[in-house]
């Protein structure tokens, strides 16, 4: 039993794709409160194969920048590719951080999917 898959998240992680390289294209770039104890307003970054979010950190969100320019409403429909590797912050475990790198021929590429929260969030822009 893989326990991570035990107490999912509502943001992507690497557990909902193996951790193994995905690419995946850009649904749409949106602003979300994210976090319950310390909510915070932040880049969220909706794939068209995945029905969870995921949350745009500063090193994912240059590598984003650098494939397809600094507006965020270039990136819609591009190609990207999301995989993993191993961190640690202080005091914390050693655990899965997903990173972007442009599209990888060898990778998988899972079918787009339309979920309820996406189009959502599509009504909202």
């Avoid at 035990?6 to 979300?32: C, G, H, R, Y």
Wanted: hydrophobic share 45%; proline share 7%; glycine share 4%.
């Amino acid at each position: 039993m893989n326990i991570a898959k035990e107490f999912p998240s509502e943001w992507l992680k690497a557990i909902d794709f193996d951790a193994q390289p995905t690419n995946v294209t850009i649904k749409m770039v949106v602003k979300e409160i994210v976090g319950k104890e310390d909510p915070k307003e932040q880049v969220v970054v909706y794939f068209t194969a995945f029905e969870k979010p995921f949350i745009l950190n500063k090193t994912n969100s240059e590598t984003l920048w650098g494939l397809f320019g600094i507006e965020t409403d270039d990136w819609v429909n591009k190609t990207c590719c999301l995989f993993c590797i191993k961190g640690q912050m202080p005091g914390k475990p050693v655990t899965d951080w997903v990173r972007i790198m442009a599209m990888d021929p060898n990778a998988a590429t899972p079918p787009a999917i339309n979920t309820a929260k996406q189009l959502a969030a599509e009504v909202e822009l």
